[in-house]
């Protein structure tokens, strides 16, 4: 079984900053690609920003410019650095990992860690 668990959330003004870490543990064998989603009050998740495999990053509209996701494959672990934070990125962010335990896939969630950005 893998497991996925985030950390660094917490409370920050507006225009600040704050780093989430994910760190993926269990039987991996290879990680095909790590996202960053996240879900607010009342509102569907979304997907935030996405890694892949070889590296290649993709954003959400609204985090372009300001969000960074870069990950250690040594350690089978995701960051997402955020900066130039608006109270609309308060949301509790998840991180997500799919790749392959050999004979299976996996596709794994953590618990999730909040995000608020107060005005």
């Known amino acids: 079984q893998v497991q996925a668990v985030e950390s660094g959330g917490g409370l920050v003004q507006a225009g600040g900053s704050l780093r989430l870490s994910c760190a993926a543990s269990g039987r991996i064998f290879s990680i095909n690609a790590m996202h960053w989603y996240r879900q607010a009050p009342g509102k569907q998740r979304e997907l935030v920003a996405t890694i892949t495999s070889g590296g290649s990053t993709d954003y959400a509209d609204s985090v372009k410019g300001r969000f960074t996701i870069s990950r250690d494959a040594a350690k089978n672990t995701l960051y997402l650095q955020m900066n130039s934070l608006k109270p609309e990125d308060t949301a509790v962010y998840y991180c997500?990992?799919?790749?392959?335990?050999?004979?299976?896939?996996?596709?794994?969630w953590g618990q999730g860690t909040q995000v608020t950005v107060s005005d």
């Open positions: 997500n990992v799919k790749g392959s335990r050999g004979l299976f896939d996996f596709d794994a």
